[in-house]
């Protein structure tokens, strides 16, 4: 799957503009780039933002998988409730014509409702925002999504410590920095999966 440096640009990335002017004298603007060199060129984050030059229909079922890789969240909280796994499945579904755009958009409607009903509980409610935003025509709103879902899930297990030594501050930096390095080593494995997502997708040989 290819794209070129122009249809990128049209989308007003956010570049180096070093980088960018390396990677135009290196291939040209109009010359095709495959999704894998745009990987290892710029990185996974880059990389999805990058999708946004395709159509839905080709990024749907990436967006689906990433949003499914934090549902545990939001189902070990909520195992009754059954809105975002059935919009993932939505997802799905429409790429295979058996729903309509319609149904599509009740089931994401579905999975804002739960998005909200899970407010009060941030891991949760990410991993149900990730549900609702794989209905996006920009892969990295479940991708963000998705990314913070696991941040939170990984810190909240400290919490109630955190809250017995907060007034201490020695202890409630000590959690701070713990909570910190828990969340980037979470966004670390989360990104990693969602690299062999996009790996699976757009650049191996279908």
Known sequence: MNTSIREI??????????K?????????????????????????KDAVWCLRVLDYKEICLFCADVAESVLYIFEEKYPNDKRPREAIEGIRKYHSDDITIEDLQKLRADA???????????????????AYAAYAAYAAYATDAADAAAAYADTATDAYAYAAYAAYADAAAAYADAAAAAAAAAKQKQWKKTEELFI??????K
């Open 200 to 205: 699976k997708y757009f650049c191996e040989d």
């Open 112 to 130: 804002a409702a739960a998005y909200a009903d899970a407010a009060a509980d941030a891991a949760a409610a990410a991993a149900a925002y990730a």
């Open 20 to 44: 960018m002017d390396d990677l135009i004298k290196e291939i040209g603007i109009d010359t095709e780039i495959s999704f894998k060199q745009i990987l290892d060129r710029v990185g996974i």
């Open 9 to 18: 640009i049209k989308y007003s990335p956010c570049y180096s503009d070093e």
